[in-house]
T-cell receptor, first 108, second 111 residues
Framework: GIQVEQSPPDLILQEGANSTLRCNFS?????LQWFHQNPWGQLINLFY???GTKQNGRLSATTVATERYSLLYISSSQTTDSGVYFC??????????FGKGTRLHILP | KAGVTQTPRYLIKTRGQQVTLSCSPI?????VSWYQQTPGQGLQFLFE???????NKGNFPGRFSGRQFSNSRSEMNVSTLELGDSALYLC??????????FGPGTRLTVL
């Protein structure tokens, strides 16, 4: 099956800093989503972004499908941004594969 | 619109028992997927149901099964529980362009 690799695995930043999270995938995909998992385990859908760029407040995402990667940008980080960020791709057989996530710690 | 609901939220069982988890998708969504999340294996796809039919299945043993009812609510069952089945079980409701919306999860502990 498809391999989904996220980097970095861990990131510690001061409040107010900007960050870029990366997701590489090994084959063509039907679509790609970014999620944020809060400390209570809830997965929040951030972006559905099979290609192109989208923005939502301080967050934006870009997927370059032809080069098999996606980036999630977080600007002016807040402590509430802490948690784990997952990239998930839908394979050609419609199965969803998650990366291992990037654990983000925002320090006050 | 109400979100995805899962019951129960927490569950403690002993080895050898069986368990049934329930998921109600967002109103109007007809597809429900189940995932298992563990610290070691991360988030793994279990199965997907659409209109009461299993449409896709991950690489889990036959002890893991599921079903979907005509109102799109879904249940998953794990029989003969093992210690390694301790995990957060997440249900996702699929939107019109295949985006996934997750419930709060059921945290299963097997003793």
């Amino acid at each position: 099956g498809i391999q989904v690799e996220q980097s970095p695995p861990d990131l510690i930043l001061q409040e107010g800093a900007n960050s870029t999270l990366r997701c590489n995938f090994s084959d063509s995909v039907n679509n790609l989503q970014w999620f944020h998992q809060n400390p209570w385990g809830q997965l929040i859908n951030l972006f559905y972004i099979p290609s192109g760029t989208k923005q939502n407040g301080r967050l934006s995402a870009t997927t370059v499908a032809t080069e098999r990667y996606s980036l999630l940008y977080i600007s002016s980080s807040q402590t509430t941004d802490s948690g784990v960020y997952f990239c998930a791709v839908e394979q050609r057989d419609d199965k969803i594969i998650f990366g291992k996530g990037t654990r983000l710690h925002i320090l006050p | 619109k109400a979100g995805v609901t899962q019951t129960p939220r927490y569950l403690i069982k002993t080895r050898g028992q069986q368990v049934t988890l329930s998921c109600s998708p967002i109103s109007g969504h007809r597809s429900v997927s189940w995932y298992q999340q563990t610290p070691g294996q991360g988030l793994q796809f279990l199965f997907e149901y659409f209109s009461e039919t299993q449409r896709n299945k991950g690489n889990f043993p036959g002890r893991f099964s599921g079903r979907q009812f005509s109102n799109s609510r879904s249940e998953m069952n794990v029989s003969t529980l093992e210690l390694g089945d301790s995990a957060l079980y997440l249900c996702a409701s699929t939107g019109p362009v295949n985006e996934q919306f997750f419930g709060p999860g059921t945290r299963l502990t097997v003793l």
